[in-house]
């Protein structure tokens, strides 16, 4: 039985085997330290554009810049770091701000290549690597669990 996948999944997967199969010194190039880095700050740029332009309310958290206060059509799910940016209606709780530091790192790292990485992943935040990497708890993917024990009941 065949899956399907959104047009937007199929490409980032054909996308993503595409980088597979060229794993040795392209992807080392398209991933070096210098492009990845301008990649990155392109992302970060225009992202903060985008939420300066629908009226968010900009603020810095540590390396991550917030935009919180954005229409639920301007972002993906709860909210989407693009870059080190992160475009939200009003996630802005502790545990997500941490989530999404990870994403901002993972951006620093791969640059504009993150983007088919992480859509070759798959769109369901339960299976996808870079969801899972983040925290699936601490972006809202899954309950968080009991700090201490419950006690045996007899």
């Known amino acids: 039985m065949a899956v399907h996948r959104s047009p937007l999944a199929a490409a980032g997967a054909r996308v993503g085997a595409l980088g597979r199969s060229l794993a040795g ?56 770091t693009v870059g080190a940016t992160f475009l939200t209606r009003s996630a802005t709780s502790p545990d997500i701000l941490a989530h999404e530091d990870v994403h ?5 790292r791969y640059g504009l290549w993150f983007i088919p990485m992480y859509f070759a992943a798959g769109l369901d935040g339960l299976t996808n690597k870079w969801e899972i990497e983040a925290g699936l708890e601490r972006g809202g993917y899954l309950p968080k669990r009991s700090a201490r024990p419950r006690p045996l009941v007899e």
Request: glycine fraction near 14%; hydrophobic fraction near 45%.
């Open 25 to 80: 010194p392209a992807f080392r190039a398209v991933t070096a330290r210098p492009v990845a880095a301008a990649g990155h700050r392109l992302a970060t740029e225009a992202a903060r554009l985008w939420g300066r332009m629908l009226g968010g309310e900009e603020r810095q958290v540590g390396e991550l810049t917030v935009i919180s206060g954005l229409p639920p059509w301007a972002f993906g799910r709860g909210g989407t």
């Open 104 to 108: 901002r790192r993972q951006w620093e």
